[in-house]
Nanobody, 123 residues
Framework: QVQLVESGGRLVQAGGSLTLSCAASGRTFSRDAVGWFRQAPGKEREFVAIISWSSTFKYYTDSVRGRFTITRNNAANMAYLQMSRLKPEDTAVYYC????????????????WGQGTQVTVSS
């Protein structure tokens, strides 16, 4: 199994930018799909962005499309979520997840999860 550790979350002002990192260890995740999910207080976990192992397929939830970019570096066993024009409604704990197969927005199909990193956007 892959172990994932997210980092980069912090307090940022609305309109600002932030890049989250996801470091993988254990077995390589170069053939895994990777997803970023988030969970705001009192809300269910939701998918944010997903990327295929080859980076040829990327998909975003409507609320972040055009503002967030998901990337990965398989050689470094890393994945990233670049966030710009942040809004207060982006405030949440952000999780990185990975799993074999086709990228999916269904969180239950991912094998490995990080512990999450807090992003807080102030207005």
């Amino acid at each position: 199994q892959v172990q994932l550790v997210e980092s980069g979350g912090r307090l940022v002002q609305a309109g600002g930018s932030l890049t989250l990192s996801c470091a993988a260890s254990g077995r390589t995740f170069s053939r895994d799909a990777v997803g970023w999910f988030r969970q705001a207080p009192g809300k269910e976990r939701e998918f944010v962005a997903i990327i295929s192992w080859s980076s040829t397929f990327k998909y975003y939830t409507d609320s972040v499309r055009g503002r967030f970019t998901i990337t990965r570096n398989n050689a470094a066993n890393m994945a990233y979520l670049q966030m710009s024009r942040l809004k207060p409604e982006d405030t949440a704990v952000y999780y990185c997840a990975s799993g074999p197969g086709t990228p999916t927005t269904d969180a239950s199909l991912y094998e490995s999860w990080g512990q999450g990193t807090q992003v807080t956007v102030s207005s």
